[in-house]
Nanobody
């Protein structure tokens, strides 16, 4: 059973930075996708960034391109999300997910494993 544990959330001022971490246990499939999704207050969950762990292919949502960077440390079974130039609209609960997306990699179907989430608040 894959387990995901996120950390690194918090409160930051606009234009600040945060780095989220997701440690995965019991991940054995080399081609699994590991991604970050977020759910802003009162809205649905949306894909932010994902990485195909086998070859490192990466996908980003349009509104985070150039500001967020997803990366992995395979030896530590850890995926990171470095978030720069944060905006108030980035405020959300951020979730780590793992699985094999059945459609576009930034959509939820196929991500069978989810962490508990870590809150990111961007406010002055």
């Amino acid at each position: 059973q894959v387990q995901l544990v996120e950390s690194g959330g918090g409160s930051v001022q606009p234009r600040g930075s945060l780095r989220l971490s997701c440690i995965a246990s019991a991940v054995t499939h080399r081609a699994i996708y590991m991604g970050w999704f977020r759910q802003p207050p009162g809205k649905g969950r949306e894909g932010v960034a994902t990485i195909r762990t086998g070859d490192g292919r990466i996908y980003y949502a349009d509104d985070v391109k150039g500001r967020f960077t997803i990366s992995q440390d395979a030896a530590k079974n850890t995926v990171y999300l470095l978030m720069n130039s944060l905006k108030p609209e980035d405020t959300a609960m951020y979730y780590c997910a793992a699985g094999f997306p059945t459609g576009w990699p930034l959509e939820q179907p196929g991500y069978n494993y989810w962490g508990q989430g870590t809150q990111v608040t961007v406010s002055s």
